[in-house]
Antibody
Framework: QVQLKESGPGLVQPSQTLSLTCTVS????????VHWVRQPPGKGLEWMGV???????DYNSALKPRLSISRDTSKSQVFLTMNSLQTEDTGIYYC???????WGQGTLVTVSS | DIQMTQSPSSLPASLGDRVTITCRAS??????LRWFQQKPGKSPRLMIY???NLANGVPSRFSGSRSGSDYSLTINSLESEDMAIYYC?????????FGAGTKLELK
């Protein structure tokens, strides 16, 4: 069955770089796009970006200068990298498959010194 | 970027009520509109796709409709398990954008 699971450091210091991994199973990254969505504590959802099945990417214009999404198809993993983190980047980060019917459980990222 | 204006932000309702949540798109998005339900501590759940189509496993008391640039999610005969936050999402063009959310709660 289709599954996605996010993993990451949990705590990141301000101004540092965040690196998250989304490990998928039950489908191929070369057949489906994978999106990243985040949610600050107690707030709404924000679409961050996508890596297409063909490997191209699109990003939220507000995050584009700091954000990069890549993948390793052999490992069925998608990577999110975002630099210059600030406290407002604190939240739950989700990956999901194209269509948004399948989501990971999310991983909490706290930006704090 | 396309703005999705969602209303109301909070919706007190009683069990058995019929409720409607609306999103207005700032530009044409066709039927590229999805609705999600999110409960505390959980990932969002897809409820409606293509503005009017029920996702797998979603109860038939949920429905989606469109009138021009206004998209609505209606729940008939509200049940306790429906208490959650609902979000719309436009996926007509990048960047995709969510509505701000509607918290459905018991009156």
């Amino acid at each position: 069955q289709v599954q996605l699971k996010e993993s990451g450091p949990g705590l990141v210091q301000p101004s540092q770089t965040l690196s998250l991994t989304c490990t998928v199973s039950g489908f191929s990254l070369t057949s489906y796009n994978v999106h990243w969505v985040r949610q600050p504590p107690g707030k709404g959802l924000e679409w961050m970006g996508v890596i297409w099945s063909g490997g191209n990417t699109d990003y939220n214009s507000a995050l584009k200068p700091r954000l990069s999404i890549s993948r390793d198809t052999s490992k069925s993993q998608v990577f999110l990298t975002m630099n210059s983190l600030q406290t407002e980047d604190t939240g739950i980060y989700y990956c999901n498959r194209n269509g948004f019917a399948y989501w990971g459980q999310g991983t909490l990222v706290t930006v704090s010194s | 970027d396309i703005q999705m204006t969602q209303s109301p932000s909070s919706l007190p309702a009683s069990l058995g009520d019929r409720v409607t949540i609306t999103c207005r798109a700032s530009q044409d998005i066709g039927n590229y509109l999805r609705w999600f339900q999110q409960k505390p501590g959980k990932s969002p759940r897809l409820m409606i796709y293509g503005a009017t189509n029920l996702a797998n496993g979603v109860p038939s008391r949920f429905s989606g409709s469109r009138s021009g640039s206004d998209y609505s999610l209606t729940i008939n005969s509200l049940e306790s398990e429906d208490m959650a936050i609902y979000y719309c999402l436009q996926h007509n063009e990048y960047p995709y954008t969510f509505g701000a959310g509607t918290k459905l709660e018991l009156k």
